[in-house]
């Protein structure tokens, strides 16, 4: 299985805490881990997926609001995953290519399927495909919740009067720049792709990443983190046009006195839920032909 994440980003113990992070913030931001809609539709006892569950904290905290809930992760690496012995026995994590098609045995198992933030292991084609293995998994009535960023239309905002953002937007903007390709979809595509997979309603949210103030300098320090990580694996491998090492630490340091000033990052978040249509029986299935 080719991990195109790992072009771009890292897999390591940094990573762990950076995504963890990045969790908790879009979390207070969007303002729930599953939609109302989502939510209302559960069963006593629903099957959940999540998606490139990376560490598998979102299950984590899916499982303190539904603990009598089966929590399934899948990932195209285990390299994040926590150890076995710390998980709850109904949360389980195990590898997954959501490029490929799914299982048989996985058809139709769940009640949610959950992806967040994929856009780096994503290439322009990938999305579509993505999205009709996933809808596999679902069963009639499910729901596929997916959420997206909008990293192209970034901001780089001053929070006071004499704030700083220059070191910020210069890192942003590199970063955004290798990666535009991919930034392009998912976040604005993902609506109609569920629907071209036959999902029906599809619903959608809208969010800002600063909706809660006090949660801009958190996400600002771990969006600049994701910018030197990247930009330090670029130098690694000796990447055209990457910076060199004391460069890269001048960067950081300015950076810093960037956040600490109280610059910060600004992006748009959008969720998109689609329900899989649910199968008439055979009799019904007459019935409704009939136009009764």
């Not at 072009?7 to 113990?13: G, K, L, S």
């Not at 994040?80 to 949360?91: C, G, K, V």
């Not at 979809?185 to 999902?199: F, S, V």
């Amino acid at each position: 299985m080719s991990d195109v994440y790992t072009d771009n980003m890292t897999r390591n113990d940094s990573e762990v805490q950076r995504l963890d992070t990045q969790l908790d913030y879009i979390n207070d931001n969007i303002g729930y881990l599953l939609h109302p809609a989502v939510v209302a539709s559960l069963p006593p006892k629903p099957q959940i997926a999540d998606i490139g569950t990376g560490t598998g904290k979102f299950l984590l905290l899916l499982r303190e609001q539904n603990p009598d809930a089966i929590l399934d992760g899948y990932d195209i690496s285990p390299k994040l995953y926590p150890q076995e012995s710390t998980l709850p026995p109904n949360i389980s994590l195990s590898v997954l290519d959501m490029k490929q098609p799914a299982p048989k045995e996985l058809h139709g198992k769940y009640d949610v399927v959950h992806a967040r933030l994929l856009v780096a292991a994503m290439l322009p084609t990938d999305w579509a495909i993505v999205v009709r293995n996933l809808t596999e998994l679902l069963k009639p009535g499910g729901f596929l919740q997916w959420e997206e960023c909008d990293f192209l239309g970034v901001k780089y905002l001053r929070g006071l009067v004499d704030s700083k953002v220059e070191a910020i937007r210069f890192m942003g903007n590199l970063f955004s720049d290798a990666l535009r390709e991919r930034s392009e979809h998912g976040w604005c595509t993902l609506p109609r792709e569920m629907r071209d997979a036959g999902l029906n309603p599809v619903l959608t949210d809208v969010t800002a990443s600063d909706r809660l103030p006090e949660t801009r300098k958190t996400l600002t320090t771990n969006v600049t983190g994701l910018f030197f990580s990247w930009a330090r694996m670029m130098t690694e491998r000796g990447a055209p046009g990457a910076m060199t090492n004391d460069r890269l630490d001048e960067m950081e340091k300015k950076t810093s006195e960037d956040v600490e000033s109280g610059g910060y990052v600004r992006y748009e978040i959008y969720v998109a839920c689609g329900r899989k249509p649910w199968e008439l029986s055979g009799a019904l299935r007459g019935v409704h032909l009939l136009g009764l």
